[in-house]
T-cell receptor
Framework: AQKITQTQPGMFVQEKEAVTLDCTYD???????LFWYKQPSSGEMIFLIY??????QNATEGRYSLNFQKARKSANLVISASQLGDSAMYFC???????????FGTGTSLTVIP | DSGVTQTPKHLITATGQRVTLRCSPR?????VYWYQQSLDQGLQFLIQ???????AKGNILERFSAQQFPDLHSELNLSSLELGDSALYFC?????????????FGQGTRLTVV
C-alpha cells in the first residue's frame, strides 16, 4: 500500500529564511511521482512542484525545490527566502504509475513570522 | 486560478437530503478526480474518471455516486446526508493519467450538513 508521512504538524519560519518540510513515502513501485501542494487559508489546492522517481536531479520551481533522496524514500520541500504569503498548509502527495489517484500526507502547517 | 470550476462554493443542507456537486475541468483535461477533505480524515480519494469512464474508486460511500459527462464535466451526488459528510469536496483535473501528470484542483465545495 502507498503511504505518505508528514511528521511536522506545524512549522514556524522567520521571513526571508529557508525552511524544509519533511515528507517520507512508502511504496514498492519502481515508478512513481511525488508532488507538493499548497493550501492557503482560502482553501484551494495549489500545485507547487513535481519529482519523478527516475529523475536524477532534484526538481526546482522558483523558490521551491524538492530534496529527493530515493534510498531514504524522502521528498522534502525546501522553500527559500520565505514570504508572509507562504503561510499555508503544505501537502506531500504521490502517484503510482497507473496515475489513478494521488495519495496525500496529513499536511504541515507553515507559519511565516515577520 | 487553476482553471477548474466547482459549484456551488458553499452548501448547507439538512441530514437525509441529497445534493449534487458540479465540476468543470480545465479545458483539454480528460481526467477528473474527486476528493473529500475533513479535519479528522484528511484528503480522501473518492473516485476518478477518464474521458467519461470510471478508472479508479477509493473510499467512496455507497450513498455517494459520480459521473463524467460527454462534455467532460463531472458531478458528485451525495444522498442520505449525515452530519459526518460535512467536509470540503475537491474536484481536480489532469490532461492525462500517469505518474508525472499533475492535477489541478478547484476551489472546492464546502458542504455543511445540519
Amino acid at each position: 500500500a502507498q503511504k505518505i508521512t508528514q511528521t511536522q504538524p506545524g512549522m514556524f519560519v522567520q521571513e526571508k529564511e529557508a525552511v524544509t518540510l519533511d515528507c517520507t513515502y512508502d511504496t514498492s513501485d519502481q515508478s512513481y511521482g511525488l508532488f507538493w501542494y499548497k493550501q492557503p487559508s482560502s482553501g484551494e489546492m495549489i500545485f507547487l512542484i513535481y519529482q519523478g522517481s527516475y529523475d536524477e536531479q532534484n526538481a526546482t520551481e522558483g523558490r521551491y525545490s524538492l530534496n529527493f533522496q530515493k534510498a531514504r524514500k524522502s521528498a522534502n520541500l525546501v522553500i527559500s527566502a520565505s514570504q508572509l504569503g507562504d503561510s499555508a498548509m503544505y501537502f506531500c502527495a504521490m502517484t503510482r504509475d497507473t496515475g489513478n489517484q494521488f495519495y496525500f500526507g496529513t499536511g504541515t502547517s507553515l507559519t511565516v513570522i515577520p | 486560478d487553476s482553471g477548474v470550476t466547482q459549484t456551488p462554493k458553499h452548501l448547507i443542507t439538512a441530514t437525509g437530503q441529497r445534493v449534487t456537486l458540479r465540476c468543470s475541468p480545465r479545458s483539454g483535461d480528460l481526467s477528473v478526480y474527486w476528493y473529500q477533505q475533513s479535519l479528522d480524515q484528511g484528503l480522501q480519494f473518492l473516485i476518478q474518471y477518464y474521458n467519461g469512464e470510471e478508472r479508479a474508486k477509493g473510499n467512496i460511500l455507497e450513498r455517494f455516486s459520480a459521473q463524467q459527462f460527454p462534455d467532460l464535466h463531472s458531478e458528485l451526488n451525495l444522498s442520505s446526508l449525515e452530519l459526518g459528510d460535512s467536509a470540503l469536496y475537491f474536484c481536480a483535473s489532469s490532461v492525462a493519467i500517469g505518474l508525472n501528470t499533475e492535477a489541478f484542483f478547484g476551489q472546492g465545495t464546502r458542504l455543511t450538513v445540519v
